[in-house]
């Protein structure tokens, strides 16, 4: 017993208090590879709640720096990172397997290359821990895939052995550097030159404005290559950081950027001075293949923000449990139920978007028939409210803490930080919810949503007849409304119609999950989303109640804890 009043959830395994973990990746696991996992998954838990948690404080406290010459005046652009940063490092890449088990077998045992959704549901824990490294490992995958799908086969042959390496030593990290001060969001404002070299590679010139993960073994580049105007002239190029004789390329890092969040993780400024790199894919349709790599990295950034909430919950539940307050529990006074409640909606919320969106991937990737439309949108739908109610959850937990929770020791703080970049990084609020009235107009998406959104409601847990009418009608405004925008050209309404279709996605997704073994709480947190996420609402009304129903309080409970 603690001689303490302030609770401290350190040590706690994230995957055994959290109740749905193990029945939600079973829902979506195939049976033998939950079984092989499940001993993988309690001990990403542990070391999440604990070591991990520990390594990632200490990164954060410690940012990587750069150093531009060595002793002797030799330009370098040496990136020295702690050694807490380093070992993590070695558990996500080498350990794990985050960044490689998408494309070949013999990660933590598996013969084969595993599911989008193992990855997810082991990423989904590590971020618990940490978000910074978590890019990294995001950008990695995502370059082995856009490598093996449009790369020549002797590039492919060459690197792709060097980004799925489980050997940390031989392993080159991946990096997307794309953004330049004068273009941003706008891709077609991309400066940066290429020039074709007479061996069949090419010279890049230009300043790449922030390069995450600046010092990359490899990174998947734009570039101009092509004097057609616009997105026509664009490629896209693979930029080792050594060349094949050994030596570095030519490029430098100027300075790396001291950011409000992920600070383990270093991002810095590149001039590219001629420095070579390979084709991949076609000349001129560089944004075309980036935005596969781009796509996977959105979705990445969406499970890590269903994470951060889930972390940022658990320590909430943790200290409404815990702490007394007036003679009683946090958690039995009805206004810190009704918060507590609100955030777990949020939290569910992504995780179902995170693996139905996961689901799709592999659909898609298999060549299921509307599967690719699917994943067109399902993608900037969690990028863009997942990411949001990141925002939220990990402030309002900060406040369950009290003023504990504005202190640097505790993790609320970087939890907070760390969710502010979800909405930033591959494309702002703005940008993701106008590519979902993209998705609509291009891509033809809409059918295939409101074809899955039906599919899951007719296999999963029926809805409550009182609820019947109310939820045929708030999906059919929210698919109408959605299919309004996109038609008549109101980009203005792109961010509510983006809100409308996520919530009725995760409505229909909670709704087949309740139908799953120890999920059927699922189907009241679909009610809630349609009470309070779709369905009108007075701000001056009544509160529903929901507070004091018996299944808040399974809801709000925590698994296996110290």
């Not at 990403?44 to 150093?67: F, K, Q, V, Y």
């Not at 990290?173 to 001060?181: D, I, K, L, R």
């Not at 609320?412 to 998705?439: F, K, Q, Y």
């Amino acid at each position: 017993m603690s001689d303490s009043p302030v609770p401290d959830a350190r040590g706690l395994n994230l995957y055994r208090a959290d109740p749905m973990a193990a029945p939600m990746f079973a829902a979506y696991l195939p049976g033998p590879l939950m079984a092989h996992l499940a001993p993988h998954f309690d001990r990403l838990g542990a070391l999440a709640g604990g070591r991990l948690d520990e390594l990632a404080g200490i990164a954060d406290r410690h940012p990587p720096t750069l150093s531009v010459r060595s002793r002797r005046g030799i330009d370098e652009s040496r990136i020295d990172k702690h050694p807490a940063y380093v070992e993590m490092e070695r558990l996500g890449f080498a350990d794990f397997g985050l960044a490689a088990l998408s494309h070949r077998g013999g990660v933590l045992g598996w013969p084969e290359p595993m599911p989008p959704a193992a990855k997810y549901a082991l990423t989904y824990l590590f971020v618990q821990a940490e978000f910074g490294l978590c890019c990294p490992i995001s950008m990695t995958d995502s370059l082995a895939r856009t490598l093996r799908r449009f790369g020549e086969p002797a590039l492919v042959e060459r690197y792709l052995p060097q980004v799925t390496a489980l050997d940390f030593d031989e392993l080159r990290q991946g990096a997307m550097f794309m953004t330049e001060q004068g273009a941003g969001s706008d891709v077609a404002a991309t400066a940066t030159l290429a020039q074709p070299l007479p061996d069949g590679s090419w010279a890049l010139t230009g300043d790449k404005w922030f390069c995450s993960n600046a010092d990359a073994g490899l990174a998947m580049v734009l570039a101009r290559s092509e004097e057609a105007p616009g997105m026509a002239g664009i490629s896209l190029f693979l930029l080792p950081r050594e060349l094949p004789d050994g030596s570095l390329n030519r490029y430098r890092i100027l300075r790396l950027k001291d950011k409000l969040g992920t600070r383990s993780m270093a991002s810095g400024e590149i001039r590219l001075e001629g420095a070579r790199a390979w084709l991949v894919g076609e000349r001129g349709r560089g944004f075309k293949h980036m935005a596969d790599m781009i796509n996977n990295s959105r979705l990445s950034n969406g499970v890590r923000a269903a994470g951060l909430m889930r972390r940022a919950l658990t320590e909430a539940l943790h200290v409404a449990h815990h702490r007394q307050a007036f003679g009683q529990p946090l958690a039995a006074l009805p206004l810190m139920r009704r918060q507590l409640l609100k955030m777990s909606v949020r939290a569910e919320q992504a995780r179902t978007m995170a693996f139905l969106t996961a689901q799709a991937l592999q659909r898609a990737d298999a060549g299921e028939p509307g599967a690719a439309a699917l994943a067109r949108i399902l993608t900037p739908l969690i990028k863009f409210r997942a990411c949001r109610d990141a925002r939220v959850v990990t402030g309002d937990a900060m406040e369950v803490r009290g003023g504990c929770g504005y202190i640097e020791e505790w993790s609320d703080p970087r939890l907070l930080r760390d969710a502010h970049l979800g909405s930033i990084w591959e494309g702002t609020s703005n940008i993701v919810a106008l590519d979902v009235l993209r998705a609509i107009r291009r891509e033809g998406s809409l059918p295939a949503l409101r074809d899955r959104v039906d599919r899951l409601l007719a296999d999963g847990a029926p809805v409550a007849p009182a609820l019947a009418v109310a939820q045929s009608q708030a999906l059919a405004r929210a698919f109408d409304f959605a299919d309004r925008a996109a038609r008549n050209g109101h980009d203005h309404l792109a961010r509510q119609a983006a809100s409308a279709l996520y919530h009725a996605v995760t409505l229909a997704g909670l709704r087949h999950e309740a139908a799953q073994p120890g999920l059927a709480l699922r189907a009241w947190l679909a009610d809630l989303v349609l009470a309070h996420r779709l369905g009108p609402r007075d701000p001056l009304a009544d509160d529903d109640g929901a507070h004091d129903d018996p299944r808040c309080a399974a809801l709000l409970a925590l698994g296996d804890t110290p």
